[in-house]
T-cell receptor, first 112, second 109 residues
Framework: EAQVTQNPRYLITVTGKKLTVTCSQN?????MSWYRQDPGLGLRQIYY???????DKGDVPEGYKVSRKEKRNFPLILESPSPNQTSLYFC???????????FGPGTRLTVT | QKEVEQDPGPLSVPEGAIVSLNCTYS??????FMWYRQYSRKGPELLMY????GNKEDGRFTAQVDKSSKYISLFIRDSQPSDSATYLC?????????FGDGTTLTVKP
């Protein structure tokens, strides 16, 4: 089954404690993205990757890091989480230049 | 100013009603116009897309694009309780999508 998986699905952590949210896709897609979704602000792109070792900032990259060492994986790293990073996070993938994105199930992060 | 503005909602309609969801955009470079549906506790999934002005129909759903007015709409006919979800419009340019904030629709039996 074609899918994007994220782990963990739910995470509660404290300010400053480094965390990683994993994302994996099995569709051999070149493009992968991370979004955060907040009430009244919609889906905002954090980082995206056009292929292995190629990443770029989206609209709200501050406080986040990413890496793309393998085509299927695109982890999101919060090195020092803060309460304003409490949000619902989605990973997505698509074929290069395509319009359609496939989204993961989401990770709900709470930073206290 | 946001590149994509979506009517905020929420909308609550009785079963069988016709629903209209709307977005405006400011960037004339957008090439694809899409509607995603997002059920509670799930990721968005593509519902419909179009790339030209006019209407595109798929069952009970019709996507309408007016490029001259920079306006897109999604119509749902004979709405069902299973249509209850958040609907996100999205515009795509060279593989990058910009999303509206979403409109939450509830269809009551």
């Amino acid at each position: 089954e074609a899918q994007v998986t994220q782990n963990p699905r739910y995470l509660i952590t404290v300010t400053g404690k480094k965390l990683t949210v994993t994302c994996s896709q099995n569709m051999n897609h070149e493009y992968m993205s991370w979004y955060r979704q907040d009430p009244g602000l919609g889906l905002r792109q954090i980082y995206y990757s056009m292929n292995v070792e190629v990443t770029d900032k989206g609209d709200v990259p501050e406080g986040y890091k990413v890496s793309r060492k393998e085509k299927r994986n695109f982890p999101l790293i919060l090195e020092s989480p803060s309460p304003n990073q409490t949000s619902l996070y989605f990973c997505a993938s698509q074929t290069g230049g395509s319009y359609e994105q496939y989204f993961g199930p989401g990770t709900r992060l709470t930073v206290t | 100013q946001k590149e994509v503005e979506q009517d905020p909602g929420p909308l609550s309609v009785p079963e069988g009603a016709i629903v209209s969801l709307n977005c405006t955009y400011s960037n004339s470079a957008f090439q694809y116009f899409m509607w995603y549906r997002q059920y509670s506790r799930k990721g968005p999934e593509l519902l419909m897309y179009t790339y030209s002005s006019g209407n595109k129909e798929d069952g009970r759903f019709t996507a309408q694009v007016d490029k001259s007015s920079k306006y897109i709409s999604l119509f749902i006919r004979d709405s069902q309780p299973s249509d209850s979800a958040t609907y996100l419009c999205a515009m795509n340019r060279a593989g990058k999508s910009t999303f509206g904030d979403g409109t939450t629709l509830t269809v009551k039996p």
